[in-house]
Protein backbone atom coordinates (compact mmCIF):
# COMPACT_ATOMS: atom_id res chain seq x y z
CA UNK A 1 0.00 0.00 0.00
CA UNK A 2 3.11 2.37 0.61
CA UNK A 3 4.40 2.00 -2.74
CA UNK A 4 0.86 2.57 -4.41
CA UNK A 5 0.37 5.82 -2.44
CA UNK A 6 4.17 6.48 -3.56
CA UNK A 7 3.15 6.00 -7.25
CA UNK A 8 0.45 7.94 -6.88
CA UNK A 9 2.20 10.98 -5.31
CA UNK A 10 4.41 10.85 -8.47
CA UNK A 11 1.47 11.83 -10.64
CA UNK A 12 -0.02 14.29 -7.75
CA UNK A 13 -2.85 12.36 -6.80
CA UNK A 14 -3.77 10.01 -3.67
CA UNK A 15 -3.76 11.17 -0.32
CA UNK A 16 0.05 12.08 -0.03
CA UNK A 17 -0.68 14.91 -2.02
CA UNK A 18 -3.52 16.18 0.10
CA UNK A 19 -2.47 19.94 0.30
CA UNK A 20 -1.17 21.36 3.59
CA UNK A 21 -0.18 18.36 5.03
CA UNK A 22 3.05 18.92 7.21
CA UNK A 23 5.80 16.41 7.28
CA UNK A 24 4.94 14.02 9.98
CA UNK A 25 1.27 13.44 8.73
CA UNK A 26 2.55 13.15 5.74
CA UNK A 27 4.81 10.31 7.05
CA UNK A 28 1.70 8.64 8.67
CA UNK A 29 -0.49 8.83 5.61
CA UNK A 30 2.35 7.20 3.97
CA UNK A 31 3.05 4.03 6.45
CA UNK A 32 0.04 3.73 7.75
CA UNK A 33 -3.92 2.68 5.88
CA UNK A 34 -5.29 5.89 6.52
CA UNK A 35 -7.08 7.70 3.24
CA UNK A 36 -9.20 11.26 3.40
CA UNK A 37 -12.62 10.62 4.07
CA UNK A 38 -14.69 9.74 0.35
CA UNK A 39 -17.03 11.93 -0.26
CA UNK A 40 -20.69 10.28 0.69
CA UNK A 41 -19.42 8.28 3.08
CA UNK A 42 -18.95 8.23 7.06
CA UNK A 43 -16.07 9.45 8.69
CA UNK A 44 -14.28 7.12 11.05
CA UNK A 45 -15.63 7.74 14.68
CA UNK A 46 -13.09 6.97 17.50
CA UNK A 47 -16.08 5.66 19.75
CA UNK A 48 -17.66 3.14 16.99
CA UNK A 49 -14.67 1.97 15.95
CA UNK A 50 -13.60 1.41 19.38
CA UNK A 51 -17.40 -0.60 19.73
CA UNK A 52 -16.97 -1.96 16.90
CA UNK A 53 -13.37 -3.76 16.97
CA UNK A 54 -14.41 -5.14 20.29
CA UNK A 55 -17.66 -7.16 18.78
CA UNK A 56 -15.48 -8.34 16.10
CA UNK A 57 -13.17 -9.88 18.31
CA UNK A 58 -15.48 -11.61 19.85
CA UNK A 59 -17.10 -12.81 16.83
CA UNK A 60 -13.75 -13.68 15.00
CA UNK A 61 -13.33 -15.95 18.27
CA UNK A 62 -16.07 -17.62 17.86
CA UNK A 63 -15.52 -18.13 14.33
CA UNK A 64 -12.65 -19.86 14.42
CA UNK A 65 -13.79 -22.36 17.29
CA UNK A 66 -16.65 -23.32 14.89
CA UNK A 67 -13.96 -23.33 12.00
CA UNK A 68 -11.77 -25.52 14.34
CA UNK A 69 -15.20 -28.39 15.31
CA UNK A 70 -16.06 -31.37 13.52
CA UNK A 71 -19.37 -28.80 11.99
CA UNK A 72 -16.58 -26.14 10.45
CA UNK A 73 -15.28 -29.13 8.06
CA UNK A 74 -18.57 -30.78 6.93
CA UNK A 75 -19.47 -28.84 4.11
CA UNK A 76 -16.52 -27.19 2.29
CA UNK A 77 -18.86 -24.23 0.91
CA UNK A 78 -19.94 -23.35 4.12
CA UNK A 79 -16.48 -23.41 5.16
CA UNK A 80 -15.71 -20.97 2.26
CA UNK A 81 -18.14 -18.89 3.73
CA UNK A 82 -16.63 -18.80 7.03
CA UNK A 83 -13.30 -17.98 5.60
CA UNK A 84 -15.48 -14.85 3.66
CA UNK A 85 -16.55 -13.34 6.78
CA UNK A 86 -13.21 -14.17 8.96
CA UNK A 87 -11.46 -12.15 5.92
CA UNK A 88 -13.85 -9.69 6.83
CA UNK A 89 -13.25 -9.08 10.11
CA UNK A 90 -8.77 -9.74 9.71
CA UNK A 91 -8.88 -6.95 7.43
CA UNK A 92 -11.15 -4.59 9.09
CA UNK A 93 -9.62 -4.87 12.26
CA UNK A 94 -5.95 -4.05 10.92
CA UNK A 95 -7.23 -1.14 8.72
CA UNK A 96 -9.66 0.22 11.07
CA UNK A 97 -7.34 -0.27 13.90
CA UNK A 98 -5.25 2.83 13.70
CA UNK A 99 -8.34 5.12 12.73
CA UNK A 100 -9.06 6.30 16.11
CA UNK A 101 -5.09 7.25 16.94
CA UNK A 102 -5.26 8.99 13.35
CA UNK A 103 -7.67 11.07 13.23
CA UNK A 104 -6.07 13.04 16.12
CA UNK A 105 -2.85 12.52 14.79
CA UNK A 106 -3.45 14.44 11.38
CA UNK A 107 -5.04 17.47 13.26
CA UNK A 108 -8.73 15.34 13.05
CA UNK A 109 -9.18 15.22 9.27
CA UNK A 110 -11.67 13.10 8.78
CA UNK A 111 -10.77 9.31 7.45
CA UNK A 112 -12.54 6.55 5.64
CA UNK A 113 -12.68 3.41 7.19
CA UNK A 114 -12.02 0.54 4.98
CA UNK A 115 -15.30 -1.48 5.35
CA UNK A 116 -18.90 0.14 5.19
CA UNK A 117 -21.25 -3.20 6.26
CA UNK A 118 -20.22 -4.85 2.99
CA UNK A 119 -22.79 -7.63 3.49
CA UNK A 120 -25.41 -5.00 2.71
CA UNK A 121 -24.73 -4.33 -0.78
CA UNK A 122 -27.55 -4.44 -3.25
CA UNK A 123 -25.18 -4.88 -5.94
CA UNK A 124 -21.77 -6.49 -7.09
CA UNK A 125 -20.95 -3.10 -8.46
CA UNK A 126 -21.93 -1.52 -4.68
CA UNK A 127 -20.15 -4.04 -3.22
CA UNK A 128 -16.37 -3.46 -4.37
CA UNK A 129 -17.07 0.30 -5.10
CA UNK A 130 -18.79 1.83 -2.32
CA UNK A 131 -18.67 -0.87 0.63
CA UNK A 132 -15.72 -3.39 0.69
CA UNK A 133 -12.35 -2.62 1.59
CA UNK A 134 -12.39 1.23 0.44
CA UNK A 135 -8.65 1.44 1.07
CA UNK A 136 -7.79 0.27 -1.23
CA UNK A 137 -9.78 0.78 -3.54
CA UNK A 138 -8.89 4.71 -3.28
CA UNK A 139 -5.72 3.68 -3.91
CA UNK A 140 -6.70 1.76 -7.58
CA UNK A 141 -8.27 4.78 -7.98
CA UNK A 142 -5.88 6.97 -7.91
CA UNK A 143 -2.92 4.47 -9.62
CA UNK A 144 -4.99 2.77 -12.36
CA UNK A 145 -8.71 3.67 -12.54
CA UNK A 146 -8.11 7.71 -12.97
CA UNK A 147 -5.26 7.69 -15.03
CA UNK A 148 -6.57 5.44 -17.65
CA UNK A 149 -10.43 7.42 -16.94
CA UNK A 150 -8.55 10.53 -18.35
CA UNK A 151 -6.02 10.08 -20.37
CA UNK A 152 -2.94 11.26 -18.92
CA UNK A 153 -0.91 9.77 -15.65
CA UNK A 154 -0.23 13.28 -13.94
CA UNK A 155 -3.37 14.90 -12.68
CA UNK A 156 -4.38 18.34 -14.00
CA UNK A 157 -3.89 21.03 -11.95
CA UNK A 158 -7.54 23.58 -11.72
CA UNK A 159 -6.75 26.53 -13.68
CA UNK A 160 -9.11 28.28 -10.69
CA UNK A 161 -6.31 27.02 -8.20
CA UNK A 162 -2.89 28.24 -10.20
CA UNK A 163 -4.70 31.69 -10.34
CA UNK A 164 -5.65 31.46 -6.48
CA UNK A 165 -1.88 30.35 -5.53
CA UNK A 166 -0.10 33.14 -7.77
CA UNK A 167 -2.29 35.77 -6.73
CA UNK A 168 -1.97 34.89 -2.95
CA UNK A 169 1.86 34.58 -3.24
CA UNK A 170 2.32 38.40 -5.42
CA UNK A 171 -0.39 40.15 -3.43
CA UNK A 172 -0.09 38.87 0.62
CA UNK A 173 3.41 39.85 2.73
CA UNK A 174 1.73 38.54 6.09
CA UNK A 175 0.29 34.65 6.50
CA UNK A 176 -1.50 32.81 3.97
CA UNK A 177 -5.34 32.94 4.19
CA UNK A 178 -5.91 28.95 4.81
CA UNK A 179 -9.24 29.86 2.92
CA UNK A 180 -11.94 27.41 3.62
CA UNK A 181 -12.15 23.91 5.61
CA UNK A 182 -11.11 20.88 2.84
CA UNK A 183 -14.23 18.81 2.57
CA UNK A 184 -14.06 15.25 1.03
CA UNK A 185 -14.38 14.44 -3.00
CA UNK A 186 -14.28 11.02 -4.30
CA UNK A 187 -13.51 10.76 -8.04
CA UNK A 188 -15.52 7.71 -9.40
CA UNK A 189 -14.39 4.17 -8.40
CA UNK A 190 -13.13 1.08 -10.84
CA UNK A 191 -16.79 -0.24 -9.82
CA UNK A 192 -18.68 2.57 -10.66
CA UNK A 193 -17.62 2.63 -14.40
CA UNK A 194 -20.97 2.68 -15.36
CA UNK A 195 -22.97 3.73 -12.01
CA UNK A 196 -25.45 6.30 -13.30
CA UNK A 197 -26.61 7.00 -10.21
CA UNK A 198 -22.60 7.91 -8.83
CA UNK A 199 -23.21 11.84 -9.39
CA UNK A 200 -26.02 11.43 -6.43
CA UNK A 201 -23.69 9.46 -4.06
CA UNK A 202 -20.87 11.81 -4.48
CA UNK A 203 -22.37 14.63 -3.67
CA UNK A 204 -24.35 16.05 -7.27
CA UNK A 205 -27.73 16.81 -7.45
CA UNK A 206 -28.81 16.77 -11.01
CA UNK A 207 -29.73 13.63 -12.95
CA UNK A 208 -29.60 16.00 -16.45
CA UNK A 209 -28.26 13.24 -18.47
CA UNK A 210 -25.31 10.81 -18.51
CA UNK A 211 -22.81 13.51 -17.82
CA UNK A 212 -24.10 15.22 -15.45
CA UNK A 213 -22.10 13.69 -12.65
CA UNK A 214 -18.67 13.77 -14.71
CA UNK A 215 -19.16 17.36 -14.83
CA UNK A 216 -19.37 17.11 -11.34
CA UNK A 217 -15.99 15.24 -10.90
CA UNK A 218 -13.43 17.41 -11.28
CA UNK A 219 -10.52 16.24 -9.86
CA UNK A 220 -8.82 18.75 -8.19
CA UNK A 221 -4.82 19.21 -8.09
CA UNK A 222 -3.57 15.71 -6.04
CA UNK A 223 -6.43 13.20 -6.54
CA UNK A 224 -9.05 14.54 -5.31
CA UNK A 225 -9.67 15.37 -1.97
CA UNK A 226 -10.02 19.41 -2.35
CA UNK A 227 -12.91 21.51 -1.59
CA UNK A 228 -15.66 19.73 -2.86
CA UNK A 229 -17.80 22.98 -1.56
CA UNK A 230 -16.95 26.76 -2.07
CA UNK A 231 -13.65 26.65 -4.56
CA UNK A 232 -14.46 23.68 -6.46
CA UNK A 233 -18.15 24.91 -7.05
CA UNK A 234 -16.70 27.94 -8.64
CA UNK A 235 -14.08 25.77 -10.60
CA UNK A 236 -16.97 23.82 -12.07
CA UNK A 237 -18.66 26.87 -13.30
CA UNK A 238 -15.80 28.52 -14.50
CA UNK A 239 -13.55 25.82 -16.09
CA UNK A 240 -16.71 23.85 -17.53
CA UNK A 241 -16.35 21.14 -15.18
CA UNK A 242 -14.71 18.21 -16.53
CA UNK A 243 -13.70 19.61 -19.44
CA UNK A 244 -10.43 18.35 -20.50
CA UNK A 245 -9.95 16.11 -17.07
CA UNK A 246 -11.64 13.36 -18.43
CA UNK A 247 -12.37 12.73 -22.39
CA UNK A 248 -15.76 14.49 -23.03
CA UNK A 249 -16.93 11.87 -26.28
CA UNK A 250 -20.45 10.50 -25.32
CA UNK A 251 -21.40 7.27 -25.83
CA UNK A 252 -19.61 3.94 -26.71
CA UNK A 253 -16.13 5.55 -26.73
CA UNK A 254 -16.29 6.87 -23.22
CA UNK A 255 -18.21 3.74 -22.30
CA UNK A 256 -15.42 1.72 -23.27
CA UNK A 257 -12.71 3.65 -21.52
CA UNK A 258 -14.86 3.55 -18.68
CA UNK A 259 -14.88 -0.86 -19.20
CA UNK A 260 -11.13 -0.52 -19.74
CA UNK A 261 -10.14 1.22 -16.50
CA UNK A 262 -12.58 -0.78 -14.93
CA UNK A 263 -10.81 -4.03 -15.81
CA UNK A 264 -7.85 -2.54 -15.21
CA UNK A 265 -8.28 -1.92 -11.53
CA UNK A 266 -9.58 -5.34 -11.02
CA UNK A 267 -7.20 -6.83 -12.83
CA UNK A 268 -3.84 -4.88 -10.98
CA UNK A 269 -5.73 -6.24 -8.00
CA UNK A 270 -5.50 -9.31 -8.70
CA UNK A 271 -1.95 -9.94 -9.28
CA UNK A 272 -1.19 -7.91 -6.11
CA UNK A 273 -3.12 -10.83 -4.19
CA UNK A 274 -1.22 -13.01 -6.55
CA UNK A 275 2.07 -11.56 -5.07
CA UNK A 276 0.61 -12.12 -1.57
CA UNK A 277 -0.27 -15.57 -2.34
CA UNK A 278 2.97 -16.19 -3.35
CA UNK A 279 4.61 -14.46 -0.16
CA UNK A 280 2.63 -16.84 1.97
CA UNK A 281 3.29 -19.72 0.18
CA UNK A 282 7.03 -19.67 1.06
CA UNK A 283 7.88 -16.71 -1.99
CA UNK A 284 6.58 -19.44 -4.38
CA UNK A 285 3.90 -18.79 -6.97
CA UNK A 286 1.12 -20.82 -6.32
CA UNK A 287 0.71 -21.68 -9.94
CA UNK A 288 -2.70 -21.77 -10.69
CA UNK A 289 -4.18 -18.19 -11.31
CA UNK A 290 -7.62 -18.87 -9.82
CA UNK A 291 -6.98 -15.66 -7.60
CA UNK A 292 -6.36 -13.75 -10.46
CA UNK A 293 -9.19 -15.25 -12.89
CA UNK A 294 -11.69 -14.04 -9.76
CA UNK A 295 -10.89 -10.64 -9.71
CA UNK A 296 -10.89 -10.73 -13.68
CA UNK A 297 -14.32 -12.02 -13.80
CA UNK A 298 -15.61 -9.56 -11.49
CA UNK A 299 -16.40 -6.97 -14.04
CA UNK A 300 -18.59 -9.88 -16.30
CA UNK A 301 -20.77 -10.25 -13.08
CA UNK A 302 -21.41 -6.62 -12.78
CA UNK A 303 -22.35 -6.34 -16.35
CA UNK A 304 -23.91 -9.23 -15.61
CA UNK A 305 -26.33 -8.71 -13.00
CA UNK A 306 -26.92 -4.66 -14.23
CA UNK A 307 -28.27 -6.17 -17.85
CA UNK A 308 -30.40 -8.32 -15.91
CA UNK A 309 -31.70 -5.80 -13.88
CA UNK A 310 -32.46 -3.50 -16.83
CA UNK A 311 -34.31 -6.23 -18.37
CA UNK A 312 -36.47 -7.95 -15.73
CA UNK A 313 -37.43 -4.56 -13.21
CA UNK A 314 -39.86 -2.31 -14.56
CA UNK A 315 -38.69 1.33 -15.31
CA UNK A 316 -40.49 2.39 -12.17
CA UNK A 317 -39.21 0.16 -10.29
CA UNK A 318 -35.84 0.89 -10.93
CA UNK A 319 -36.14 4.89 -10.54
CA UNK A 320 -37.52 4.08 -6.74
CA UNK A 321 -34.57 1.41 -6.02
CA UNK A 322 -32.16 4.03 -7.26
CA UNK A 323 -34.05 6.23 -5.09
CA UNK A 324 -33.64 4.59 -2.04
CA UNK A 325 -30.40 3.31 -2.80
CA UNK A 326 -29.06 7.23 -3.10
CA UNK A 327 -31.17 7.92 0.13
CA UNK A 328 -28.66 5.18 1.93
CA UNK A 329 -25.91 6.41 1.22
CA UNK A 330 -27.12 10.10 2.01
CA UNK A 331 -28.63 8.76 5.71
CA UNK A 332 -24.75 6.99 6.30
CA UNK A 333 -23.07 10.12 5.18
CA UNK A 334 -24.57 11.69 7.91
CA UNK A 335 -26.89 14.52 5.97
CA UNK A 336 -30.28 15.03 7.72
CA UNK A 337 -32.57 15.49 4.57
CA UNK A 338 -31.74 13.62 1.07
CA UNK A 339 -30.84 15.94 -1.82
CA UNK A 340 -33.95 16.95 -4.71
CA UNK A 341 -33.22 13.61 -6.75
CA UNK A 342 -33.40 11.06 -3.70
CA UNK A 343 -37.04 13.08 -3.63
CA UNK A 344 -37.71 12.34 -7.02
CA UNK A 345 -37.12 8.82 -8.32
CA UNK A 346 -37.10 9.76 -12.12
CA UNK A 347 -35.90 12.39 -14.55
CA UNK A 348 -37.77 15.33 -15.35
CA UNK A 349 -38.64 16.52 -12.02
CA UNK A 350 -41.82 13.72 -12.10
CA UNK A 351 -42.64 12.53 -8.59
CA UNK A 352 -41.84 8.77 -7.25
CA UNK A 353 -44.50 6.55 -9.10
CA UNK A 354 -47.04 4.98 -7.20
CA UNK A 355 -47.61 1.43 -8.66
CA UNK A 356 -44.52 0.50 -6.81
CA UNK A 357 -45.42 0.96 -2.71
CA UNK A 358 -42.61 0.67 -0.17
CA UNK A 359 -43.08 -2.69 0.69
CA UNK A 360 -42.26 -3.93 -2.90
CA UNK A 361 -39.01 -1.96 -3.22
CA UNK A 362 -37.72 -3.47 0.31
CA UNK A 363 -38.05 -6.98 -0.73
CA UNK A 364 -36.52 -6.23 -3.83
CA UNK A 365 -33.53 -4.83 -2.53
CA UNK A 366 -33.54 -7.80 0.09
CA UNK A 367 -33.40 -10.25 -2.85
CA UNK A 368 -30.82 -8.03 -4.64
CA UNK A 369 -28.82 -8.05 -1.41
CA UNK A 370 -28.93 -12.34 -1.31
CA UNK A 371 -28.17 -12.05 -4.75
CA UNK A 372 -24.97 -10.11 -4.61
CA UNK A 373 -24.08 -12.56 -1.96
CA UNK A 374 -24.31 -15.11 -3.82
CA UNK A 375 -22.95 -13.86 -6.83
CA UNK A 376 -19.64 -12.83 -4.57
CA UNK A 377 -19.48 -15.51 -2.45
CA UNK A 378 -20.25 -18.52 -5.17
CA UNK A 379 -17.53 -17.01 -7.69
CA UNK A 380 -15.32 -16.74 -4.23
CA UNK A 381 -16.23 -20.73 -3.82
CA UNK A 382 -14.73 -22.09 -7.16
CA UNK A 383 -11.38 -19.59 -7.48
CA UNK A 384 -10.61 -17.60 -4.26
CA UNK A 385 -10.50 -19.99 -1.65
CA UNK A 386 -8.27 -22.75 -3.76
CA UNK A 387 -5.07 -20.73 -3.81
CA UNK A 388 -5.32 -20.68 0.38
CA UNK A 389 -6.04 -24.18 0.46
CA UNK A 390 -3.46 -25.47 -1.51
CA UNK A 391 -0.68 -23.96 0.36
CA UNK A 392 -2.17 -24.19 3.71
CA UNK A 393 -2.62 -21.13 4.69
CA UNK A 394 -6.18 -21.66 6.23
CA UNK A 395 -5.08 -23.78 8.20
CA UNK A 396 -1.55 -21.93 9.76
CA UNK A 397 -4.09 -18.62 9.88
CA UNK A 398 -6.50 -20.44 11.80
CA UNK A 399 -3.81 -21.88 14.26
CA UNK A 400 -2.08 -18.75 14.64
CA UNK A 401 -5.74 -16.83 15.71
CA UNK A 402 -5.90 -20.23 18.42
CA UNK A 403 -2.43 -19.50 19.96
CA UNK A 404 -3.60 -16.01 20.45
CA UNK A 405 -6.65 -16.98 21.95
CA UNK A 406 -5.20 -19.33 24.00
CA UNK A 407 -2.43 -16.90 25.01
CA UNK A 408 -5.22 -14.54 25.52
CA UNK A 409 -7.06 -16.56 28.31
CA UNK A 410 -4.31 -17.64 29.89
CA UNK A 411 -3.23 -14.14 31.07
CA UNK A 412 -5.29 -13.72 34.16
CA UNK A 413 -3.68 -16.84 35.40
CA UNK A 414 -0.25 -15.74 34.77
CA UNK A 415 -1.01 -12.44 36.39
CA UNK A 416 -1.88 -13.75 39.28
CA UNK A 417 0.81 -15.85 39.59
CA UNK A 418 3.25 -12.70 38.97
CA UNK A 419 1.07 -11.24 42.23
CA UNK A 420 1.31 -14.16 44.59
Same mark, same amino acid.
Given at each position: ???F?L?????????L?????T???? $?? *?L???????K??????R /??????A @?A????L?????V !?L??? /? =???H???R????? #?? @????A???????L &??G??? $??H?P??????N???S??????W??????????? %????? !?L?ML????VA????? $????????????T =????P??? $?? &???PP??????????? +???G??SA?G?????????A?? =???FV /??????G???? +???G????V??????????RR?? #???????????????? @?????? !???E??????L????????????E??????L??????? *???A?RR??E????E???TL?????GS??? #?? &????P???V??????????T?????????? %??W???E??G @??????????????A?Q???????????
Amino acid at each position: MCNFKLLAFSADRGPLAYPGLTPWQW $LL *LLLLPYFPLKKGHTAAR /AHHIVLA @IAAKVALAAGLTV !FLNSP /A =GHAHLTLRHAGYA #AY @IWLFASLILDLPL &PLGGRL $LNHMPLQPAMNNPFASTSVREFWGHRYNQIVSSI %LQETV !FLPMLEGRWVAERPRA $LERKGSDSAASST =GPPDPGPP $LD &PYTPPSPADAFDRDAP +AANGAASAAGPDAGLRRRKAPP =GAAFV /AAEGEAGAMGA +ADGGLAGAVPRAAGRPLRGRRLL #AMVAAFAVSGVMHEVC @IGYMCH !FRLEGSWRMLLFFLVQPLIILAQEAATAVLLPAGLKRR *LAAARRRERELEAGEEQGTLTTALAGSGGK #AA &PTEHPDWVVAVVRLVQRVLTLLLVLGSADL %LFWSPFETCG @IDVRGLGEFSALLAAVQALPARVAGLLH
